[in-house]
């Protein structure tokens, strides 16, 4: 809490320097407001606010526009400024920069420019108002409500459960008379993806296979009439012979999981069901092929596949998504010990393959080998698979995008379509026959799970193996291991695991409901 004596009736922070008011006394009690401002056009000398923001100047005799002008440069896109003073009910109105006006779809980046600007915008905007303890803060919907809201749900979000002390709640409401309906969606959106960060960022110890299962489960109470929730134990994994699953999963002493989700949203029963499959691999240490120590702490969020599925599934429920879905996630810890499997070993799928293991950390594969197989039972529409696959991945695009491989140009087209929206990209890799034939090569077993050239076309040779348990005609493959972290590439979100791509996939889904 601010406590400050009286000053000037109106004060401005632009970046680190700060002028404060009396209105500042009892911050955290009172609201604060953000509101959007356009970069200006040509030799015109004006700010171009907001509609929301010209209608609150006008509730304030035309104070913001002046102050605006003399508080410094023009705001530039992400830059902000604080004023203080404008307003009885708003003692803090965060003024934030939208960019271009006619900003739009950008071919070259796969994005819609002018809805990453609002995400970025309102986040800055949100967190500044944060850092001030206020505990309310109303949002202007800068023309794109839900796209406000997703910024201001993902840029306040922070993993400080286990901390003594946390950043202030707050909570986020539209301000003014904008698309309520679009900015509830936007809740929804991005309290998905917090749900997946959050799950992500969780110590391993916070979150094994069944504490995740019982949290996906928590997190479905409300939606018991269209959801069913399926938690297989390690007996009902043995009937249904997944043994590449249980040969991950055998080296710890966590049991593992098989997590099943139904969420009806359609009442036509027909309707064949899209399939997500997420990998859960809660810790992965690299089993026997142990990793190196510096930064397998971020191993905890080896499950990053399973939490962004079940995550977009419990998302689908909230917003009542006319489309029927499945998901699965294999959930268990990869680690060494002396009931592990060891470098070499054959296991058998639950399609009768059999697998050389010349390499334990390349488990993902294998559990989700079993998962794919399984999935194929329910006659889906189309099966999407994420997972934090392949270090490859990440060499390959960085943070940039995720890496899909399909079968399926539709399929391609569907979820290409999605990331444009939500700006949580997605980009085609290969699935050459020239990547099969290194993982078809073993000299014990039907397929070798590295690939005959371990280190070269990592990402792919996984890609490849993954498709030998495939046979439905619209399938991906989604590597998430380079977007799985976030440093300060994406800047509505903050430093940790960033639960993408949350959003794209509950988008796509979306999208089907208007697909025949």
């Given at each position: 809490?601010?406590?400050?004596r ?9 970046n680190?320097c ?6 500042q ?11 959007g401002?356009?970069e ?8 171009h ?11 304030v ?16 896109k ?19 920069g939208l960019?271009?006006?006619d900003?739009?779809v950008?071919g ?19 967190r ?9 803060v109303?949002?202007?919907s ?5 796209s406000s ?9 922070q993993y ?22 679009a900015?509830?969606k936007g809740?929804l ?5 917090n ?7 969780a110590?391993?110890?916070?979150i094994?296979?069944t504490v995740?299962a019982?949290?996906i489960?928590?997190q ?8 069913k929730?399926?938690k297989?134990g390690q ?12 040969s ?11 997590l099943e989700?139904?969420y009806?949203?359609c ?8 399939l997500l ?9 690299g089993g026997i ?7 397998m ?5 080896d ?5 962004t ?14 489309v ?9 810890e990869?680690?060494?010990s ?9 296991v ?8 050389q293991?010349d390499?334990?950390d390349?488990?993902?594969?294998l559990i ?11 006659n889906p ?6 997972a934090?696959?392949t270090?490859a ?9 995720t ?6 140009d ?5 979820l ?14 290969p699935?050459f ?12 077993a039907?397929?070798n799970n ?8 990592g990402?792919?040779?996984?890609a ?9 005609r ?17 800047p ?5 695991m ?15 409901t208007?697909?025949?």
């Amino acid at each position: 809490m601010l406590h400050l004596r009286r000053a000037i009736p109106i004060a401005v922070r632009t970046n680190t320097c700060r002028f404060f008011s009396a209105s500042q006394a009892k911050l955290n009690a009172r609201k604060g407001l953000v509101l959007g401002v356009y970069e200006k056009d040509g030799e015109d000398s004006n700010p171009h606010l907001t509609d929301t923001a010209v209608a609150f100047d006008g509730t304030v005799s035309g104070k913001l526009s002046e102050v605006l002008k003399i508080s410094g440069p023009p705001l530039k896109k992400g830059g902000n400024r604080i004023f203080y003073g404008l307003h009885e009910d708003f003692p803090c109105v965060a003024l934030v920069g939208l960019g271009k006006k006619d900003a739009g779809v950008c071919g070259a980046e796969s994005w819609d420019t002018c809805k990453e600007n609002i995400r970025a915008a309102v986040s800055s905007g949100c967190r500044l108002l944060q850092d001030l303890e206020l505990a309310h803060v109303e949002v202007d919907s800068c023309g794109d409500a839900q796209s406000s809201a997703e910024g201001a749900i993902l840029g306040l979000f922070q993993y400080d459960q286990l901390k003594s002390k946390k950043k202030t709640k707050v909570t986020t409401r539209l301000h003014g008379s904008g698309d309520m309906e679009a900015w509830h969606k936007g809740v929804l959106y991005g309290e998905g993806q917090n749900l997946a960060r959050l799950l992500m960022e969780a110590p391993a110890n916070y979150i094994t296979p069944t504490v995740f299962a019982n949290t996906i489960e928590e997190q479905m109470a409300p939606y018991t009439d269209r959801v069913k929730v399926h938690k297989r134990g390690q007996a009902w994994i043995e009937e249904q012979e997944m043994g590449a699953f249980l040969s991950v999963s055998k080296g710890s002493d966590e049991p593992p999981v098989f997590l099943e989700l139904h969420y009806n949203g359609c009442p036509d029963h027909t309707q064949a069901p899209l399939l997500l499959v997420g990998k859960g691999v809660t810790f992965d240490s690299g089993g026997i092929s142990l990793k190196p120590p510096s930064g397998m702490d971020a191993m905890r969020a080896d499950m990053g596949g399973a939490a962004t599925v079940c995550a977009s599934i419990v998302t689908a429920a909230a917003l009542k998504l006319p489309v029927n879905i499945i998901g699965l996630a294999p959930l268990c810890e990869n680690m060494p010990s002396g009931k592990a499997t060891k470098p070499g070993d054959v296991v058998r799928a639950k399609n009768g393959k059999t697998i050389q293991v010349d390499n334990t950390d390349a488990e993902g594969r294998l559990i989700l080998a079993d998962a794919l197989c399984y999935a194929h039972t329910f006659n889906p529409r189309a099966i999407v698979n994420a997972a934090t696959l392949t270090g490859a991945m990440d060499v390959a695009l960085g943070s940039a995008a995720t890496g899909v491989f399909t079968n399926s140009d539709w399929l391609w087209q569907q979820l290409h379509k999605a990331s444009v929206v939500t700006g949580d990209r997605v980009w085609r890799m290969p699935l050459f026959q020239h990547y099969t034939k290194q993982v078809t090569h073993s000299p014990l077993a039907d397929l070798n799970n590295i690939g005959k050239y371990s280190r070269s076309g990592g990402a792919c040779t996984a890609a490849a193996f993954l498709k030998e348990f495939v046979t439905a005609r619209h399938w991906a493959h989604l590597d998430i291991a380079g977007v799985m972290s976030n440093k300060d590439e994406v800047p509505y979100l903050r430093k940790g695991m960033s639960g993408r791509p949350t959003r794209t996939l509950v988008e796509f889904a979306a999208g089907l409901t208007s697909q025949v």
